[in-house]
């Protein structure tokens, strides 16, 4: 039995991936809903290759380039609305939840409770909700399979164990595009210098929240509640190859890794297929051939984005929503150039100082903090550098 996915993002990273999954295992997924962004010329490719029953853009004149383009066999709706009905299709047993952002959020909550299983690779929907998120899984049965590759790497290493055994877990992280320069070297920094990774080919903040470390700071929040870990069992080692994902450390002293070149059809399909392990087209590893593989201690000085996402995720309440929305608006900022590179942590550091957490919070009450925390980033005045 095929099964029958709903993909949020499906032009982005993420998405654009899982469709080459889904190319080389036709007979094992049926592609049921789409959505994206602005970008219409994709989407158009992507609806006539998997003719999917209805997409969904981020605007209408979007949404009617497309419905343009395709005829009336598509249903084409546009805005969140658009990606509620993606998300829960009646026809669609899994949801690939690939957008970037919290506007995740809604629609990957609408499928849990719909009964869809969930392949998540938006982070920002733990970061932002975990304990609304992981309570309404449970309720309704709903399995969370980890997307990104390092929890897809615990996860695999976690198969078949005990939690109570679990000492800590350790996530790794590359660095990013700065990795060899001091804090004092990154006044000055372009855009286009942020946006060069060294291992993985990402969008443009994704990319950027790994040159500040955020990403992986968002990593460690979603962590603690995919695993139900304290903060203190949960450590971010720099590894600059990207070839071990992550490790867990067992009470027993044993640690158990989980290595593959950097190629994100890995985690993708092992999240669709689980538990089963199918052929993917990917570089084989040669561990020969890589030779030696490198680690450093993290340091907290130098990446001021991970020290304060620590701090918010042990602070809780909406704390990290905050975190999360201030992080957009800053990185958006940068990539306008109106503010410079280092002043993207100074900003998420006022608007976590700036605001009264609420404990245990609502929806509608987190939804308020991130609001609130977009307009004081917004309006944090950091001039440009040189």
């Excluded at 089963?276 to 201690?297: G, H, M, S, W």
Aim: aromatic letters at 6%; one cysteine or more.
């Amino acid at each position: 039995m095929s099964e029958k996915l709903a993909i949020l993002g499906s032009t982005g990273s993420i998405g654009t991936s899982t469709l080459e999954v889904v190319r080389g295992q036709r007979e094992e997924f049926e592609v049921i809903s789409l959505s994206a962004g602005s970008n219409v010329e994709l989407m158009i490719k992507q609806i006539r290759e998997f003719h999917p029953k209805v997409v969904s853009m981020a605007s209408r004149e979007a949404a009617e380039r497309v419905q343009a383009e395709v005829g009336p066999y598509v249903q084409v709706l546009w805005g969140e609305e658009g990606l509620l009905e993606v998300a829960t299709h009646p026809e669609a047993t899994y949801l690939v939840s690939a957008l970037v952002g919290s506007q995740g959020l809604r629609p990957t909550l609408a499928a849990i409770q719909a009964g869809k299983k969930i392949g998540l690779a938006n982070k920002e929907t733990l970061v932002t909700a975990g304990h609304i998120v992981t309570t309404e899984a449970q309720k309704a049965n709903v399995p969370l399979l980890p997307i990104d590759s390092e929890h897809s790497a615990i996860f695999q290493c976690l198969n078949g164990e005990s939690m109570s055994d679990v000492e800590r877990l350790i996530i790794t992280a590359s660095g990013g595009s700065f990795r060899d320069r001091s804090r004092t070297e990154l006044a000055n920094v372009t855009v286009e210098d942020a946006l060069k990774h060294p291992n993985w080919a990402m969008g443009a903040k994704i990319t950027i929240d790994s040159a500040t470390m955020m990403n992986k700071g968002l990593e460690v929040i979603e962590a603690h509640w995919l695993f139900e870990l304290d903060y203190d069992k949960i450590d971010v080692l720099l590894h600059p190859q990207s070839i071990i994902h992550s490790l867990v450390e067992f009470q027993d002293g044993a640690v158990m890794a989980q290595l593959g070149t950097p190629d994100m059809k890995v985690p993708i399909q092992y999240a669709l297929t689980f538990p089963n392990r199918l052929p993917v087209q990917t570089t084989k590893l040669d561990l020969a051939k890589i030779a030696t593989l490198d680690f450093r201690e993290m340091d907290f000085d130098r990446y001021v984005a991970l020290r304060l996402a620590f701090e918010a995720g042990r602070a809780g309440g909406t704390m990290p929503t905050v975190l999360n929305a201030a992080n957009e608006v800053a990185v958006a900022r940068f990539l306008r150039n109106e503010i410079p590179f280092l002043a993207i942590d100074r900003i998420v550091e006022l608007t976590l100082e700036s605001h009264q957490s609420s404990v245990n919070p609502t929806l509608e009450e987190i939804e308020e903090a991130d609001s609130w925390a977009r307009r004081f980033a917004a309006s944090q005045i950091i001039p440009v550098l040189g």
